[in-house]
């Protein structure tokens, strides 16, 4: 009998280039040493324009796999091992109140021009096309902040409240000129709870999502490393906090971190503010040179559902189970919001 491991060996040598596998960086080292390409969200979506696979099972979160499946040539499967697998963060902003709120900020005739961050729902890309928007991942946001400003008068930010705030921090953006929708947008009626009046002077709005995992670094634990160990560096993900944020040396998308580790001397000390995963990874790659911990510990339970088993059934069912699909009255215009970040950022 074959264990998962063994299966999913011999499917990948007897589907050679028929099969490709990408993992985000945030897999555990088990699914990642069966993955082909690992990257971060925007250079994964990149990869998938160029793929001759004719199947692709993607490890990571559900709307990954939704990019891909807009992105992917209509000859192309996308596979995820569990669909379940989904982004709370993304989960956090709903196609129809993302329309309804950009019906209302555009009521007195202002352009307000809407950037999703690539952790949404492939509806909420549509809504995003169709109203001229574009999507960014934490590598080229302020790239792509900068575009939205630039194509109208003001611009609607979703559904990461914290990367859109540290990213108009970069940008210069003054706190009088942003507005952060209420909390009840995401679950409530934005006829009741977005004030087109309050936003009316603001160049940027603000979706109130944010990472729950992400929101767990707090200024606390800054301090008291800053306090035991002033030699120490500390570098995070955009979804943190701006106070988080502006506390720590460095920060930027999953591929920064990794390249911050790999740049760092010999002999220095890294707290790393992202998923447990990726800095577990790179703590045992650099053991015994530098000295690489978690901020704190702080799991994507989501992203932990993709396992070797599940992969192994995965590859086993490729042509019996349903791939990710994407409507095409949803497919056109996110593609349409997906490409043009892929020609701003080419
Ligand atoms: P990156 O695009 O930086 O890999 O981040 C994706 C993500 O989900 C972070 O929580
Ligand atoms: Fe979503 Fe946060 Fe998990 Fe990234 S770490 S997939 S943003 S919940």
């Known amino acids: 009998m074959e264990n998962p491991a063994q299966r999913i060996e011999r499917i990948k ?5 028929r099969l490709s596998i990408l993992g985000h960086h945030y897999q555990t080292d088990d699914v990642i040493h069966f993955t082909d390409i690992q990257g971060d969200s925007l250079e994964l979506a990149r ?7 004719e199947h692709i099972v993607f490890c990571g979160v559900f709307f990954m796999a939704e990019s891909a499946a807009i992105l992917c040539r209509d000859d192309q499967k996308i596979h995820i091992p569990d669909v379940t697998a989904s982004c709370p963060m993304a989960d956090m902003a709903e196609a129809g109140r993302v329309r309804k709120t950009l019906e209302i900020l555009q009521k007195d005739g202002r352009k307000i021009v809407p950037l999703t961050y690539v952790n949404s729902s492939a509806a909420v890309k549509a809504v995003v096309g169709e109203y001229d928007g574009s999507v960014c991942t934490s590598a080229n946001a302020r790239t792509m902040l900068d575009w939205a400003l630039n194509q109208g008068d003001a611009v609607l930010f979703l559904p990461d409240m914290h990367l859109g705030c540290n990213t108009a921090n970069l940008l210069g953006i003054p706190e009088d000129k942003r507005l952060v929708l209420p909390k009840d947008v995401i679950d409530g009626d934005p006829a009741l709870h977005v004030d087109p009046a309050a936003a009316d002077d603001k160049r940027l709005i603000l979706w109130p999502g944010y990472c729950p995992i992400h929101e767990e670094f707090t200024l606390d634990s800054t301090r008291a490393i800053r306090e035991t160990e002033p030699e120490a560096k500390i570098v995070v993900h955009p979804e943190c906090s701006p106070s988080v944020v502006e506390a720590s040396d460095g920060n930027g ?10 740049e760092a001397d010999d002999g220095t000390t890294i707290y790393i503010g992202t998923e447990e995963n990726l800095v577990n990874r790179l703590a045992a790659r650099y053991e015994g040179r530098k000295v690489i911990r978690p901020l704190l510990s702080s799991q994507c339970e989501d992203m932990g559902k993709i396992t070797v088993e599940k992969l192994a059934d995965t590859l086993e ?4 189970s349903n791939p990710v699909t994407v409507s095409n009255a949803i497919r056109e215009p996110a593609r349409r919001a997906l490409e043009r970040m892929l020609a701003v950022c080419s």
Not at 13 to 17: F, Y
Not at 47 to 53: G, H
Not at 253 to 262: Q, R
Not at 317 to 320: K, P
């Open 317 to 320: 069912n490729l042509n019996y």
């Open 13 to 17: 040598s007897e589907m050679g280039d």
């Open 47 to 53: 990869k998938i324009t160029n793929l001759d696979a």
């Open 253 to 262: 998308s999953t591929t920064f971190l990794i390249k911050y580790a790999e």
